[in-house]
Nanobody, 120 residues
Framework: DTELVGSGGGSVQAGGALRLSCAYS????????IGWYRKAPGNECELVAT???????YYAESVKGRFTISQDRVKKMVHLHANSLKPEDTGMYYC??????????????WGPGTQVTVSS
């Protein structure tokens, strides 16, 4: 079955760090990106970071310089190292293969996210 399972979230104070992980299964990425989205209460899903098959990385301006995405396509894992966390980073974090139409943020059917809560 196709599934994306996030883990590693938690509650930290501003300035803290977390390492999020996502294990995906049931599909092959091929030439598609793998990435992280987040959703804060009352907001839409927001793209945070993506990793291309050739290693090219993309970051939203709001996290650039603080977050680092890494991928292991053999183990089918993607990680998000979130440093210098701010209260506005609070939300549920999901991984996604958007180009394949598999996005757990837009449709929780694909699997659970992981909650990040940053207090000031």
């Amino acid at each position: 079955d196709t599934e994306l399972v996030g883990s590693g979230g938690g509650s930290v104070q501003a300035g803290g760090a977390l390492r999020l992980s996502c294990a995906y299964s049931g599909f092959t990425l091929g030439d598609s990106d793998i990435g992280w989205y987040r959703k804060a209460p009352g907001n839409e899903c927001e793209l945070v970071a993506t990793a291309r098959p050739d290693g090219t990385l993309y970051y939203a301006e709001s996290v650039k310089g603080r977050f680092t995405i890494s991928q292991d396509r053999v183990k089918k894992m993607v990680h998000l190292h979130a440093n210098s966390l701010k209260p506005e980073d609070t939300g549920m974090y999901y991984c996604a293969a958007e180009e394949l139409g598999i996005n757990a943020c837009r449709d929780p059917y694909w699997g659970p996210g992981t909650q990040v809560t940053v207090s000031s």
